[in-house]
């Protein structure tokens, strides 16, 4: 089945500075692969997706790229602010119609 | 409209005792997925309804858990004979169509097995 592999787990960064989480992915059939934030003692919220037919998506601060042939995909978030910090989760959608989660990265942005 | 809803939110029992909770999706979503995430880590599939198709139940964990989902609305995952080691936040999620579609989770219940 799926692995998905999230790093790293834990990223502290200055405000202002930007972030970057990188998962990596084995399906090569994987096709859509969404992100979360999970903030403290709160439910997951899709922040971003990408599907396979796009490189780079892109939403104000956010952006995620994917890389199918190395089967990687990143989350970037430039300008960072004390409110991004929490736990963000990526995932891959794979051809077993389910979605795999990473273990999350823990992001601590330092006013 | 009303987002995904779950209940209770808090489940304290025994160890050795049966626990339901229940999950109410989003109105006209078509598929609902649970999940469990133990303390600081990551979710962990157990098992995805879609329409009325048999559903997905490779991440069940022991024949101990078992899902429902009636009328293709509320489910309820039932867990019997609790262990320890089922502590955890169960958290339901659902979403239009299927597994492409954006998943809208719910606040979760938070069981502790004592």
């Known amino acids: 089945g799926e692995n998905v592999e999230q790093h790293p787990s834990t990223l502290s960064v200055q405000e202002g500075d930007s972030a970057v989480i990188k998962c990596t992915y084995s399906?090569?059939?994987?096709?859509?692969f969404p992100w979360y934030k999970q903030e403290l003692g709160k439910r997951p919220q899709l922040i971003i997706d990408i599907r396979s037919n796009v490189g780079e998506k892109k939403d104000q601060r956010i952006a995620v790229t994917l890389n199918k042939t190395a089967k990687h995909f990143s989350l970037h978030i430039t300008e960072t602010q004390p409110e991004d910090s929490a736990v963000y989760f990526c995932a891959a959608h794979n051809a077993g119609n389910m979605l795999t989660f990473g273990g999350g990265t823990r992001l601590m942005v330092k006013p | 409209g009303a987002g995904v809803s779950q209940s209770p939110s808090n489940k304290v029992t025994e160890k050795g005792k049966d626990v339901e909770l229940r999950c109410d999706p989003i109105s006209g979503h078509t598929a609902l997925y649970w999940y469990r995430q133990s303390l600081g880590q990551g979710l962990e599939f157990l098992i995805y309804f879609q329409g009325n198709s048999a559903p997905d139940k490779s991440g069940l964990p022991s024949d101990r858990f078992s899902a429902e989902r009636t009328g293709g609305s509320v489910s309820t995952l039932t867990i019997q004979r609790t262990q320890q080691e089922d502590s955890a936040v169960y958290l339901c999620a659902s979403s239009l169509v299927g597994t492409t579609d954006t998943q809208y989770f719910g606040p979760g219940t938070r069981l502790t097995v004592l």
């Open positions: 399906d090569s059939a994987s096709n859509y």
